[in-house]
């Protein structure tokens, strides 16, 4: 303060600089915003049956492998009503989320908002702020806690997907007796908690499989590197892994390929492996056989199904039902060359 | 009966100088009387393969805090230098070159923050939180937050060995030990710890704070870039989680390494062991088989440890030696270099 007082000029020739620093950064941050704004909105034509336009503001939670699938799948659904696209992406900040759907809703206008909430229960305040201006809040791939405000809901089943998991692994015990290394997400999140209970459930007093290690990743690659190193290490007799996302399988693949295990199917060093999401490292690994099964999203019916219940909300008319759980598509090795057409991850892969 | 002395002598001056040896060591006896096959070879290297990437990003970190500074944006410029390696110019280069250019972008993103941190009057915190967003936001924008698997060249960092020896472990070594010699014999070593124990002193004796203070922040770049190469070549692919939430880690591991939150105070060996610790007590979970839930517990518990073990030391510190009112953001009350 007191070198404030002694050199002023210099306090404000500085000073002016940071402004132009702020000024020059400002621009080129809203400059690089409009690009990508314009590359994130989906337009054909911005139209509806009605003749009006109607444009759809849609809110993620973060962008990822499957949520580029489901962004395209909400995009590619939009084109036959012809309704416009806004797309935002939150960060992984439930505050952030708010001000966006905030914005689409007060100051774009929009007629129907998506979101894939980044909090379940937070994302209440922002569906009602909707329902305040008449707007559709539809939701897809999570849940929303309260769902009084929210016109549509469409998300996987995660416990079903658990217990579909479980369904391949009981399958192959029949055969082998499998020591299961069972990896769980992030311990906050619904669906790996889902994916977690669902699996746990089926598994309970099976003949054939023992789960000999739990290990959390908080959905991180690196703790999922490491938890499997470490696990394999702590039982080398571990031949089965439940991977609870395929985002994790490439860290799973690099511990096996360190510990000399990764071996396709057929060889006696082959470690069991099934997955869920269906994304392209899924189905690579599924074309090198080196993964058994993978449990996949049903990624593009949440774009669908939420357009549909858009028009049907626009329309007038009731949505029903309010709510729907999509269960994950079996990929296993016996039925991969017929049902991968129907896997997101495959098409691309 | 000297000999004894002795040793007991330097055992005991080495376990004033680092008490975080003893624990260590007791740590690992405790693991690997309660758990079969926890005292092997094979775990004690991937224990020390695991750290690697920590001590290396962990050294860059203590020279920032070691100044005063926090650098939050360590995970997001481990994720962008990660991205940059997989990008379609840049992994085709031959190996050499795409270190090299990794590097450098570390250097870059650390100098970016030095310079924003030593010549603006803004803290480091809200510096290095701001360009944790940007690092971030632009390794999504050049990834499109996909999975890229690693050329096979690039992975030779993280999976291979030199002597028997992984090659992880040898550079985190080298970082280390290299890390520790400036810290402790060289002119700019001794110019940190002066800036960040006394910045008004250091400023007075006329040492040059803010390009030590920039040097620092680059150095911490430049080592966060070489943690990525190494972390990205063990996972075989570029994720876009990489790194996400590990400043927590690696503020952690400095921190019970015993280096002052406040500046001045600190060492390498003590950040090495403090992250040693934390990947031992990492794995010691696993072969627990405990609940997921008390991972969390434990990790928690550990920082809390770190934290109040800091703030002891400091109160001790400030009750001892220095006047209160230390806790001022780089730049403040300093006249232009």
């Known amino acids: 303060m007191e070198h404030h007082r002694k050199k002023p000029k210099g306090v404000i020739v500085r000073t002016s600089g940071v402004a132009w620093c702020v000024t020059v950064v400002a621009g080129a941050s809203l400059a690089l915003a409009a690009c990508s704004s314009s590359a994130n909105s989906g337009s054909a034509g911005g139209g509806s049956a009605a003749g009006k336009k109607y444009t759809i503001g849609v809110s993620f939670d973060l962008l990822n492998a499957i949520r580029q699938a489901e962004k395209t799948s909400i995009q590619n659904a939009a084109?036959?009503?012809?309704?416009?696209?806004?797309?935002?992406?939150?960060?992984?900040?439930?505050?952030?989320?708010?001000?966006?759907?905030?914005d689409l809703i007060a100051t774009q206008k929009v007629n129907a908002v998506i979101v894939i909430a980044q909090d379940g229960q937070q994302i209440a305040a922002s569906a009602s702020l909707a329902k305040a201006h008449n707007v559709p809040f539809l939701a897809i791939d999570r849940s929303i806690a309260d769902q009084q405000d929210v016109t549509f809901q469409i998300t996987g089943d995660p416990v079903s997907d658990g217990k579909a998991v479980a369904s391949q692994f009981l399958a192959a015990a029949k055969?082998?007796?499998?020591?299961?290394?069972?990896?769980?997400?992030?311990?906050?999140?619904?669906?790996?908690?889902?994916?977690?209970?669902?699996?746990?459930?089926?598994?309970?007093?099976?003949?054939?499989?023992?789960?000999?290690?739990?290990?959390?990743?908080?959905?991180?690659?690196?703790?999922?590197?490491?938890?499997?190193?470490?696990?394999?290490?702590?039982?080398?007799?571990?031949?089965?892994?439940y991977i609870p996302s395929d985002f994790l399988l490439p860290s799973v693949q690099s511990?096996?390929?360190?510990?000399?295990?990764?071996?396709?199917?057929?060889?006696?060093?082959?470690?069991?492996?099934?997955t869920i999401d269906g994304d392209q490292n899924g189905c690579k690994a599924m074309q090198a056989k080196t993964l058994d099964a993978d449990v996949a999203t049903p990624v593009a019916d949440f774009g669908k199904q939420a357009i549909a219940a858009?028009?049907?909300?626009?329309?007038?008319?009731?949505?029903?039902?309010?709510?729907?759980e999509a269960k994950g598509l079996i990929l296993n090795q016996a039925n991969y060359a017929a049902t991968s057409g129907q896997v997101w991850g495959c098409a691309s892969s | 009966?000297?000999?004894?002395?002795?040793?007991?002598?330097?055992?005991?001056?080495?376990?004033?100088?680092?008490?975080?040896?003893?624990?260590?060591?007791?740590?690992?006896?405790?693991?690997?009387?309660?758990?079969?096959?926890?005292?092997?070879?094979?775990?004690?290297?991937?224990?020390?393969?695991?750290?690697?990437?920590?001590?290396?990003?962990?050294?860059?970190?203590?020279?920032?805090?070691?100044?005063?500074?926090?650098?939050?944006?360590?995970?997001?410029?481990?994720?962008?230098?990660?991205?940059?390696?997989?990008?379609?110019?840049?992994?085709?280069?031959?190996?050499?070159?795409?270190f090299a250019v990794i590097c450098a972008t570390g250097v870059g993103m650390g100098l970016l923050n030095g310079l924003a941190v030593a010549l603006t009057r803004v803290?480091?915190?809200?510096?290095?939180?701001?360009?944790?967003?940007?690092?971030?936001?632009?390794?999504?924008?050049?990834?499109?937050?996909?999975?890229?698997?690693?050329?096979?060249n690039?992975?030779?960092?993280?999976?291979?060995?030199?002597?028997?020896?992984?090659?992880?472990?040898?550079?985190?070594?080298?970082?280390?030990?290299?890390?520790?010699?400036?810290?402790?014999?060289?002119?700019?070593?001794?110019?940190?710890?002066?800036?960040?124990?006394?910045?008004?002193?250091?400023?007075?004796?006329?040492?040059?704070?803010?390009?030590?203070?920039?040097g620092a922040y680059a150095l911490a770049g430049l080592l966060a870039a070489v943690a990525s190469l190494t972390e990205t070549a063990r996972l075989g692919a570029v994720q876009p989680s990489i790194g996400q939430g590990y400043e927590l880690t690696v503020i952690t591991a400095v921190v019970l390494g015993g280096t002052s939150l406040f500046g001045g105070r600190g060492s390498i060996g003590g950040t090495v062991l403090g992250a040693l610790i934390l990947t031992t007590v990492q794995t010691g979970l696993v072969f627990s088989g405990t609940s997921p839930y008390v991972f969390d517990i434990v990790r928690g518990g550990v920082l809390l440890a770190a934290v109040l073990a800091a703030g002891a030391r400091w109160q001790k510190t400030r009750a001892g030696s220095r006047p209160a009112g230390r806790l001022v953001p780089h730049g403040t009350d300093r006249p232009a270099a």
């Open chain 1, 79 to 102: 084109k036959a009503p012809g309704y416009s696209v806004v797309f935002d992406v939150a960060d992984q900040d439930a505050q952030k989320q708010a001000s966006q759907i905030q």
């Open chain 1, 255 to 274: 511990a096996l390929t360190a510990a000399g295990r990764l071996a396709p199917v057929g060889d006696p060093k082959h470690v069991f492996m099934v």
């Open chain 1, 175 to 241: 055969t082998t007796p499998l020591k299961v290394l069972e990896l769980v997400g992030g311990l906050t999140d619904q669906n790996a908690i889902g994916r977690r209970d669902g699996f746990n459930a089926a598994m309970a007093g099976q003949p054939g499989v023992t789960i000999v290690s739990q290990v959390p990743t908080d959905w991180n690659p690196t703790e999922a590197l490491d938890g499997t190193s470490n696990a394999l290490q702590k039982d080398p007799t571990i031949n089965a892994i």
């Open chain 1, 310 to 324: 858009i028009t049907a909300a626009l329309g007038g008319k009731a949505v029903t039902p309010k709510a729907v």
């Open chain 2, 123 to 152: 803290p480091a915190l809200i510096v290095t939180l701001a360009t944790m967003q940007v690092f971030r936001g632009a390794g999504g924008h050049i990834t499109g937050q996909q999975n890229i698997d690693l050329p096979a």
């Open chain 2, 154 to 214: 690039l992975r030779g960092i993280g999976t291979g060995s030199l002597l028997g020896v992984p090659t992880p472990i040898l550079l985190a070594a080298v970082v280390a030990l290299g890390g520790g010699f400036v810290f402790s014999r060289s002119t700019f070593g001794r110019y940190v710890q002066a800036a960040g124990s006394s910045p008004d002193a250091a400023v007075d004796a006329g040492l040059p704070t803010r390009r030590v203070i920039a």
């Open chain 2, 1 to 98: 009966m000297n000999r004894v002395t002795d040793t007991y002598r330097r055992l005991h001056a080495a376990t004033r100088r680092q008490p975080l040896l003893p624990v260590l060591l007791v740590l690992l006896l405790a693991l690997s009387l309660a758990y079969h096959g926890f005292a092997s070879v094979t775990n004690f290297r991937n224990i020390a393969v695991q750290a690697s990437p920590l001590i290396i990003a962990a050294v860059g970190m203590t020279y920032v805090i070691m100044t005063a500074g926090i650098d939050l944006s360590v995970g997001s410029m481990l994720f962008l230098a990660a991205a940059i390696e997989s990008s379609h110019p840049v992994a085709g280069l031959p190996t050499a070159a795409v």
